[in-house]
């Protein structure tokens, strides 16, 4: 007999169409934003996934504390893992420099408590001397 953990649950047709499709407009999100360096919109990334614009607006749900609030963000993903616990995968542009970071294991108090280590890091990180890159 397998232990537990090992089961895998079934997935029905509906629910792997879901994980499909958000897969998709991730994928399109993150394809458009390297080709064009701005945030896609809408319509774009429903061209690009082939999925409907409806649910465009269902797949990509803004949970990030950081957008609106932190000068520069530009966000990217929140999630949970049983493994990871509450994360969140984060950028920022400030005067032509980005830092991308990620915080793991937030408090469960939702994702306010890792918006808020994600900004101190990206405080920390934009009060350091950029030094030139060498070719």
Same mark, same amino acid.
């Not at 996934?49 to 520069?72: F, M």
């Given at each position: 007999?397998?232990p537990?953990?090992?089961?895998? #649950?079934?997935?029905?047709?509906?629910?792997a169409?879901?994980?499909?499709?958000?897969?998709?407009?991730?994928? *399109?999100?993150?394809?458009?934003?390297?080709e064009?360096?701005? +945030?896609?919109?809408? #319509?774009?990334?429903?061209?690009?996934s /082939?999925?409907?614009l409806?649910?465009?607006?269902?797949?990509?749900?803004?949970?990030?504390?950081? +957008?609106?609030?932190?000068?520069?963000a530009?966000? +990217?993903? %929140?999630?949970?893992?049983d493994?990871a616990?509450?994360?969140? @995968?984060?950028?920022?542009?400030?005067?032509? !420099? %980005?830092l +991308? /970071?990620?915080v793991?294991?937030?408090?469960a108090?939702? %994702? *306010?408590?890792g918006?808020?280590?994600? *900004?101190?890091?990206?405080?920390?990180?934009?009060? @350091?001397?950029? %030094?030139? !890159?060498?070719?």
């Amino acid at each position: 007999m397998q232990p537990e953990s090992d089961v895998l #649950e079934p997935v029905d047709g509906r629910t792997a169409r879901r994980d499909r499709n958000r897969t998709a407009v991730l994928d *399109a999100v993150l394809a458009l934003f390297a080709e064009r360096n701005v +945030i896609p919109s809408a #319509e774009d990334v429903a061209r690009r996934s /082939g999925v409907s614009l409806r649910s465009v607006y269902r797949y990509v749900d803004n949970t990030d504390e950081l +957008i609106g609030s932190y000068q520069g963000a530009v966000g +990217i993903k %929140t999630g949970y893992t049983d493994d990871a616990g509450h994360c969140l @995968l984060f950028e920022a542009v400030r005067n032509g !420099r %980005t830092l +991308i /970071g990620v915080v793991l294991d937030s408090p469960a108090t939702g %994702t *306010a408590a890792g918006a808020q280590d994600a *900004a101190r890091m990206l405080n920390w990180g934009f009060s @350091l001397k950029q %030094t030139e !890159r060498k070719p």
